[in-house]
């Protein structure tokens, strides 16, 4: 099949996907259109959970492999739709849809370019596509739980709205619990210890800290108190203020460090959720960076996190779409950005696969 067929069958997928509701861990239905795919183009394919995946024909295993990989699970419509988040349609160029843009038009471009290198041979890697759950709640049946499934992957390509630019680098995350203690009272007499007082300083001390490490790409480590609770009377000074604080860390630490500086200096008890969301990155010299790049691409840092977080391997997150756009009110990817999409990624894996 020619490219412009692929191409029109891959808006065909992107469209009958979004019509489908698939939030995260509700993503059968989506997985079962991903392997109709897979079966009209006579591609054996497994299934996972919801976890749809393929190999290339001329599978070797004296190869490297490449993981091409993109999500199928959404995050549920926000208030502020306009549109049916689940009716797909075309205006002025614009595909709207709940996951049109995060991270549809990715998968089914990065599937329709699986498809047009499936069959030909003398790759110089061995490749494997993962249509991936549960990417948006981060949930321990998706492309993590592929990992003990799959051969080695030596590199990746993880389809998220990029504009098409190399993404070379990504920030992990690490999320705390704090606590600011005081003594609990009734509002009516002297307290010298009054918890949501003491948070004053706290925050303070949180809004100036800087960790002293700054990344080439990713720029400094990001913290952020994003949530705050406490007391649940009006004549009741509370025992301790809750506090939520968004660490965003960059290449040049590990997760377990944030989590000993913070713990050592917060003026507050601190505690990680989890500490498995990594930074990520790839060499900016890998020859599939240099594909890119001949082709006019440019190369930057993400702030944003993806399924590159559980990923052991160098990996480059790279799509169309604009991250923008994610978990937006009428979400949308236009036509153009798909047709581009699938013929760049042709474009760089062909300068990458046949070296």
């Keep these: 099949m020619d490219q412009q067929k692929l191409t029109e069958k ?12 698939s939030f995260s861990s509700e993503e059968d239905k989506t997985a079962d259109a991903i392997e109709a795919w897979f079966q009209s183009f006579d591609i054996p394919f497994k299934r996972e959970k919801n976890n749809v995946y393929a190999f290339n024909k001329h599978f070797d295993e004296s190869k490297p492999l490449l993981l091409l990989n993109s999500h199928h699970d959404t995050v549920k419509p926000n208030s502020a739709y306009t549109k049916n988040p689940f009716y797909p349609h075309i205006e002025d160029g614009k595909l709207f849809g709940l996951g049109s843009n995060d991270a549809g038009g990715c998968l089914v471009s990065l599937i329709a370019t699986f498809t047009h290198f499936y069959a030909q041979e003398n790759l110089s890697h061995n490749m494997v596509i993962v249509a991936s759950a549960e990417e948006e709640s981060s949930g321990p049946n998706g492309l993590n739980s592929m990992l003990l499934i799959l051969p080695r992957i030596d590199v990746a390509i993880v389809g998220e709205p990029t504009l098409m630019n190399l993404a070379i680098a990504e920030k992990g995350l690490v999320v705390f619990e704090g606590k600011v203690s005081g003594t609990p009272s009734h ?13 004053i300083e706290v925050l303070q001390w949180f809004k100036d800290y800087k960790f002293p490490k700054v990344s080439e790409v990713l720029g400094e480590v990001k913290l952020t108190v994003t949530q705050i609770s406490a007391g649940n009377q009006h004549n009741v000074v509370p025992g301790h203020v809750d506090l939520v604080i968004d ?8 997760n377990k460090e944030i989590a000993d500086i913070l713990t050592a200096e917060a003026p507050c008890e601190v505690k990680p959720r989890s500490l498995r969301l990594n930074s990520s990155s790839i060499n900016k010299d890998h020859p599939l960076v240099k594909s890119g790049l001949a082709l006019g ?6 702030p944003t996190l993806s399924d590159q977080a559980a990923l052991y391997c160098q990996s480059l997150k790279l799509g169309p779409g604009d991250s923008t756009r994610s978990h937006s009110a009428d979400e949308f990817i236009y036509v153009a950005e798909i047709e581009e999409g699938i013929d760049l990624y042709i474009q760089i894996l062909q300068g990458f696969l046949k070296q």
Excluded: W
Aim: charged residues 10%.
């Design 247 to 254: 660490v965003r860390v960059n290449d040049c630490y590990s």
């Design 10 to 21: 891959a808006i065909a997928l992107l469209q009958e996907l979004i019509s489908i509701q």
């Design 297 to 302: 691409r440019s190369s930057y840092g993400s």
């Design 187 to 199: 509002a009516a007499h002297p307290n010298n210890n009054n918890a949501i007082y003491n948070t």
